[in-house]
């Protein structure tokens, strides 16, 4: 018993001393180890090791608990409500003993264990033979799984050998209900190069990857959509009155979207070594490409850096540049929350762009903006990271007001 004891004591420092790096309140750091302590209990009175623990003991876990409080407190939300009471110090403390929470269960059945095998030799394959990121693979594993589990019983050896168009039409109404083209064109891919993996492992009695047809997509459909000049001035105008916390940061992180025209992954992954400031130079690591260039550091987004660094940055031992202003102050995942910076404060300064508010809008005034003064199209796709010129071709695309001024000779005899 006192091993145990002494188990979670050391749990409870563990988790203490976590929630005070990451700068969580008092509230917080009081409230937390309460709950943990519970679940340790818990573990305790059914020989369970806190690194056993699967998400189906937490959900019996927290049934109990609500069952318990029932009985002092008549006037309770519903569990799936409640539970989050729990559900914040559980997760953080399974992931700090885990490494990751929640894991997946171990396949129960043979039929799961067939699946886990397909998905995890498929996976291989795109690592191995086809030298896929492992984002792609991720998602395209996803969609495998996905497909089998749609497929219930029937997916097992027998019923995979025997797999028909029918079968392929009904799992894509189902799952593409709903979603724009491109979405479409995307699950289409991914479930035909599944299709190939199971035609080349010899699980399907046909190739019916050719019968997997989405939708078209043009090459020059639809216009990027950009901001005016004078619309991100505005922006800049706007939020750099805001000198909260949360101001100055996004004040930095819009700064460099104009000036440079990044990716909102590269501006989420830049790092305090990533600045030179003796050099005035920034180094960016190119999200899509996985290269790296060497900007001049202008003085403006340097300055708006240097400020959110000094005055507003959260003490962290983490080195990228941008952090959570609220606890936890840890970098961020990927790049998509700056949508929700870039559509903040367009609707603050009152600007409501036709098409996208996010990041890329920005990307793309910035390309814009060197097209119109004449930039070579080389430099252009230099500077925002490109690898060919056919992708900087697409911002060619963005400059429609300057083809107003081309005039064109009409022949003889025709009238305008």
């Known amino acids: ?20 790096a990451e700068g969580y309140s008092p509230r917080i750091q009081r409230w937390y180890p309460a709950r943990v302590r519970q679940l340790l209990d818990y573990c305790n009175r059914n020989s369970l090791s806190i690194e056993t623990v699967r998400s189906g003991h937490v959900t019996r876990f927290l049934r109990q608990q609500y069952r318990r409080t029932r009985k002092r407190y008549s006037q309770l939300p519903p569990f799936q409500k409640w539970r ?13 003993v885990r490494g990751a929470w929640p894991v997946s269960d171990p396949p129960r059945t043979a039929l799961e264990v067939l699946h886990h095998d397909i998905v995890q030799d498929y996976d291989m394959w795109l690592r191995d033979l086809r030298g896929l990121h492992a984002l792609t693979r991720a998602k395209r594993t996803k969609h495998a799984l996905g497909f089998l589990t749609s497929l219930g019983p ?22 593409c209900d709903g979603l724009r083209r491109a979405s479409i064109e ?6 035909r190069d599944f299709l190939r993996h199971l035609w080349r492992t010899g699980r399907t009695a046909i190739d019916l990857t050719g019968t997997v047809i989405g939708p078209r997509i043009y090459e020059h459909e639809g216009i990027p959509a950009a901001l005016r000049p004078e619309d991100v001035q505005r922006v800049l105008e706007v939020t750099r009155e805001d000198l909260s916390p949360v101001g100055l940061r996004d004040y930095a992180i819009l700064i460099l979207l104009a000036t440079y025209g990044l990716r909102a992954a590269e501006v989420v992954s830049l790092r305090l070594d990533d600045i030179d400031w003796r050099r005035d130079v920034l180094q960016v690591r190119h999200s ?14 340097g300055e708006a850096v240097l400020r959110y660094v000094e005055k507003v940055r959260p003490s962290s031992p983490h080195r990228e540049i941008f952090l959570r202003i609220q606890a936890p102050h840890r970098p961020f995942k990927n790049g998509s929350i700056l949508n929700c910076v870039t559509s903040a404060r367009l609707r603050a300064a009152g600007i409501t762009p036709q098409g996208r508010k996010g990041p890329h809008a920005f990307r793309h005034a910035h390309a ?7 930039v070579p199209l080389k430099i252009i796709g230099d500077m925002l990271g490109h690898t060919s010129a056919a992708a900087t071709a697409e911002y ?4 429609t007001e300057d083809l107003r001024n081309i005039g064109l000779d009409l022949p003889g005899g025709m009238l305008p």
């Open 186 to 191: 995307d699950r289409t891919v991914c479930l």
């Open 154 to 175: 029937r997916a097992d050896q027998l019923g995979l050998a025997e797999l028909s168009v029918r079968d392929l039409d009904v799992y894509l109404k189902r799952c």
């Open 1 to 20: 018993m006192s091993a145990q004891l002494s188990t979670a004591e050391v749990l409870i420092e563990k988790l203490l001393a976590h929630l005070k």
């Open 368 to 374: 814009v903006s060197l097209l119109r003064a004449g």
């Open 396 to 399: 060619l695309k963005l400059a």
């Open 84 to 96: 989050h009471r729990y559900t914040g110090a559980v997760n953080m403390m399974l992931r700090l």
């Open 288 to 301: 899509k490409t996985g290269t790296c260039s060497e900007l001049p550091l202008l003085r403006e987004p």
